[in-house]
């Protein structure tokens, strides 16, 4: 079964360097999306991206956060400058499309901010 | 999208069904029910869903009352596998985001 995978599966950075998270979507999808949950709270919604272009995304994702389909496979995640509160797991997510579409998650890449 | 309401933990024993309700009284007519499960810090996984109609695949059953405003996940045989959080979330049609609640902590117990 298809599935989605990220890259790498735990980052480990210092506050201030950037970081690009890594996901390859389900071939056929054609719509993406990041989550973050930082430890022992919610799955939090950051952005979803569709057509090459952000279709929608939440207060998180502010100027820090960029997102890019730089190729027909991946699907990346960029801070520019990271905090110590972007210490989280990072999920990535595709779906064939809206509504009566479900969404497949990766396993996620745990990002440590140090 | 509309709000869920989903107990905080529940309890099952190893074998039989689990029972997971999920309250969605706002619910419109254009809104998907859907369920997901994180096992522990992985990825959400998708369960099942469900517009109006009941429907079972080979993970789960969906029952969803004839007036929408509630749902039921139906585990047939829990086992210790199961053991996870489970996500009851409405979605619209034309919604980008899928908005994640607190979730039902299930413990399944030999």
């Known amino acids: 079964e298809p599935e989605v995978t990220q890259t790498p599966s735990h980052q480990v950075t210092q506050m201030g360097q950037e970081v690009i998270l890594r996901c390859v979507p389900i071939?056929?999808?054609?719509?993406f999306y990041w989550y973050r949950q930082i430890l022992g709270q919610k799955v939090e919604f950051l952005v979803s991206f569709y057509n090459n272009e952000i279709s929608e995304k939440s207060e998180i994702f502010d100027d820090q956060f960029s997102v890019e389909r730089p190729d027909g496979s991946n699907f990346t995640l960029k801070i520019r400058s990271t905090k110590l509160e972007d210490s989280a797991m990072y999920f990535c997510?595709?779906?064939?499309?809206?509504?009566?579409?479900?969404?497949?998650f990766g396993n996620g890449t745990r990002l440590t901010v140090t | 999208d509309a709000k869920t309401t989903q107990p905080t933990s529940m309890d099952c024993a190893e074998g039989r069904a689990a029972n997971l309700p999920c309250n969605h009284s706002?619910?419109?007519?254009?809104?998907?029910v859907y369920w997901y499960r994180q096992i522990h810090s992985q990825g959400p996984q998708y369960i099942i869903h469900g517009l109006k109609n009941n429907e079972t695949n080979e993970m789960a059953s969906l029952i969803i009352t004839e007036d929408r405003k509630s749902s039921t996940l139906i585990l047939p045989h829990a086992t210790l596998r199961d053991t996870a959080v489970y996500y009851c979330i409405v979605r619209s049609t034309g919604g980008f985001k899928t908005i994640f609640g607190a979730g039902t902590r299930l413990f399944v117990k030999a």
């Open positions: 706002t619910i419109s007519g254009n809104e998907y």
């Open positions: 071939s056929n999808h054609l719509y």
């Open positions: 997510a595709s779906s064939e499309r809206l509504g009566n579409s479900p969404l497949h």
